[in-house]
Each structure stands twice: as C-alpha cells, then as structure tokens.
C-alpha cells in the first residue's frame, strides 16, 4: 500500500485542505504515516502569512533534499500559500519538488497519486473519521486588501462553494461520526455574494441546523464591516450554533485602522460589540491585534490596550506587525518600530488578557457546562465548551466523542478541570 505524509503549518484554511487531501488519498488506496521517511507522497501545506512561517517552510524542504537524494522515486509536492504565480522561480529554487499546486488545486497530485495506486489495493477504502470535529471551507479567497495581509494575494478572490454541495459534505461528516463543523473562510461574512442566488452565512447556518446527528457548529474568521444583524439574530436562533465569534479588530486605534485599511473604525467595532452582547449575553468573542504596525505611536498602542481592558474579550491573539513583501504595508511604510519596543508592547497585552482571562474562567468554578470530547492529552480527556473553552477531565473509559456534562473544579486562564457528573458507564462507546 502507497504511504502518504502531510506536513501542515498555518491557519485553519490550511489544516482543512490537509485534512480533505488526506481523505481523498485514503480513498484512493494510500495509508497515512507519521514521519515523511516512511512515506512515498510527502505534501508540505504552506504558509507565507509571516516571514517566521515561511521559514519553517524552507527549512522544511532543505531538510527533505537529503530523503529526495537517497530515494528519488519518492514525490514531493509544495502546496499553500507559497505557491504563487512565480511557478517557474519556485522550481527554479526547488528543484527537487515535483509538484506546486495552488491552495485547493490539488487535482494533479491526486490524478498521479491514483495512477501510482496498485490495482489489487482497495480503491474506495472508506475514510474513518479520526476526530469528532472538523474544519468545512465554504468560501476561498478574500477580496479585502488589508494592508499587512498577503492573502488576497496568495488565494486570490472570493469564491463560494455552492450551498448544496457544503450541506452534502456535512451530512457525510455526520454520518461518520463527525459531531462538530467549523465553517471556514478569510471572510465567512461574505459568503454567497458571488453565487447566483446570493444566500448568505445565515441562510447556510439555517439549513445547517437541520442536521440529523450534528450537535455543534462553528464558523471563523468574520469581518467587522461585513457582520450583518441578521447573523447575529440567526446566531441567537439556532440552538447548534455555538455562542462563539472570533471578530479580529487588529487596533483600537482609528488612525491604525485606516492604515491597515480595515474599512471600519473602532466606534463601529464597538457598536457591534454591544449588538452581538446584547443580542447573545453569554456569547464568547475572540480577537486579534497587531502591535508595532508602521507608525504607531505609544499613544495609539494605550488606545489599543485601553480598549481591550474596557471591552474584555475571552481571547485574544497578538501578534508583533512584521512586514510581508507583496502587501501594501511594505510597499509603502516603513517598518519603523524598534523590536523591543514591539516586544514590550506584546507583553502587557499578553498580562492584561491572561488577568481578563482568568477572571472569566474563575466564574464558571462550581458550574456544570456542556462539553464535546475532543481526544486525549496526556492521561486526561480534553474537550471543550460550546463557548470554546479547554476543559480537561479524568474518566477510565473512552469518552471521545461524547457530549457529557461536566461540573468545574479548577480553573486557569487558558484551561479548566472538572469531574464529569454522570455515571460511570455514560462516556463507554
């Protein structure tokens, strides 16, 4: 049988295509394994969003030179982000890669692979879901130019899946044991503008919820200028929808916006803030912020952190700004903020949200959530809320899978630990 390898780095986009290639090899006879040197198809799934990313990708195909070398008859295929349209100076630079294929244009290796499958191996071996969760692109591409992203550039315009084809694949997910989804895309907010009929992420959602067997749904990363009160109402609606929203606002500072060329400023951001609580009290609202973007003086950083500590979100994720060429920000500002001042900057945001953090997650000690188990860490179960916090718990049986209750004991800032309050036999397949 014909081995395969995925190796992926990057955003969820990424780690759902990996996952689709994967079950497409499957399907066609190949088996997957854990280390490249045992494989016969190694893919890299790439990421150039940031400089540090990008690296670890050339690290990783300098380091697979030597394997190509010792045996040729092995394929390597670059996918992700870092193939642009510069094909010819990527083979140029690469040569011992024998196939770069755009984001979700994995049609040519797939061809290959199947010719490559032996005709006494199975062709149609059935997939076996490995996870109770999984990652569903329904839009690609993102026609939102924000200066310090390569995105636009990389996976080009937007392009929604038709509607009946992202409710058929759910339903397969469902029927195989698939309890989660988390619809994916750079902007969900904007799916359906390009289809005929034009539906949009609530009509999507609507039909969702109807879903025999799925519990859960989840769906990131939306756009502040393009969130609608209509999703938000529909989010409130539908009980499969989880009162989670990752809503990235990048600064609180409205010069930066227009900078960054965001399209919102942070008075909007606010107002839809108070939109979505209001409408979904006990919603969790993750963000993203970028520190040390061109020109951000220590007085639009304090309006930043000022605004985190008033608004207190479940989660933040911060970044030091690095400047990507092929974006507008590198074109045309100067990456003039000194790294230790980027670095002290990172930091008290990361103290300010790990106090914010803790504080939220203290309240639920002594509370009984609902939770979806996700796997195993170490020698506890680790699952997780429908507000998509971590909860860890002790159990002897196998849980994975199962939707349980389980009351809080202790609680970090990035985890909790609970004591499920069924009986013993509940968490048995």
């Not at 010792?70 to 890669?97: F, I």
């Not at 058929?168 to 009929?197: C, F, H, M, P, W």
Request: some cysteine; overall charge negative; aromatic content about 6%.
């Amino acid at each position: 049988m014909n081995r395969f390898y995925i190796w992926t780095i990057g955003c969820q986009m990424n780690k759902a295509d990996s996952e689709r290639l994967a079950s497409n090899l499957e399907n066609i006879g190949y088996r997957q394994v854990e280390r490249a040197e045992e494989a016969d198809t190694i893919v890299l799934n790439s990421c150039s969003v940031r400089q540090s990313a990008e690296d670890k990708v050339i690290n990783k195909l300098s380091n697979l030179k030597a394997l190509k070398r010792k045996r040729p008859d092995v394929t390597l295929a670059l996918t992700g982000c870092m193939v642009n349209s510069n094909l010819e100076g990527l083979k140029e630079r690469y040569p011992h890669v024998d196939f770069f294929l755009k984001p979700q244009k994995l049609d040519d290796l797939l061809a290959y692979a199947e010719e490559q499958t032996s005709q006494d191996e199975p062709e149609d071996t059935p997939v076996q879901v490995q996870s109770p969760t999984a990652y569903v692109p329904i839009i690609h591409g993102c026609n939102n130019f924000c200066s310090f992203c390569i995105v636009p550039y990389r996976r080009g315009r937007e392009k929604s899946r038709p509607m009946t084809e992202i409710i058929a694949e759910i339903e397969s997910l469902s029927d195989r044991g698939v309890k989660e989804v988390t619809l994916l895309g750079q902007n969900v907010d904007s799916y359906g503008n390009d289809l005929s009929d034009r539906p949009d992420l609530s009509d999507l959602l609507q039909e969702l919820n109807q879903i025999d067997g799925l519990a859960r749904i989840r769906f990131l990363t939306s756009h502040p200028k393009d969130m609608s009160q209509k999703l938000i109402d529909t989010i409130a609606s539908l009980d499969k929808v989880c009162e989670h929203i990752s809503l990235p606002a990048q600064s609180g500072d409205n010069e930066i916006l227009k900078a960054m060329r965001r399209g919102y400023t942070i008075e909007q951001y606010c107002e839809l803030i108070s939109r979505i609580r209001y409408a979904i009290p006990d919603v969790a609202l993750s963000n993203d912020i970028i520190v040390g973007f061109p020109n951000e003086s220590s007085d639009q950083f304090q309006r930043t952190f000022d605004f985190l500590e008033e608004y207190k979100f479940d989660t933040v994720h911060v970044a030091v700004y690095s400047p990507r060429p092929g974006t507008i920000a590198s074109r045309k500002m100067e990456d003039n903020i000194p790294s230790t001042e980027k670095q002290d900057r990172l930091r008290k945001i990361e103290e300010l949200q790990e106090r914010i953090s803790i504080d939220k997650t203290s309240r639920l000690v002594g509370q009984t959530v609902e939770v979806l188990v996700e796997g195993r860490k170490g020698n506890k179960w680790q699952s997780r809320t429908r507000s998509d916090k971590l909860v860890f718990f002790s159990h002897d049986e196998s849980c994975l899978g199962k939707l349980l209750q389980v009351k809080i004991d202790h609680a970090g800032p990035w985890s909790l630990q609970g004591t499920p309050v069924t009986s013993d036999n509940l968490c048995t397949k």
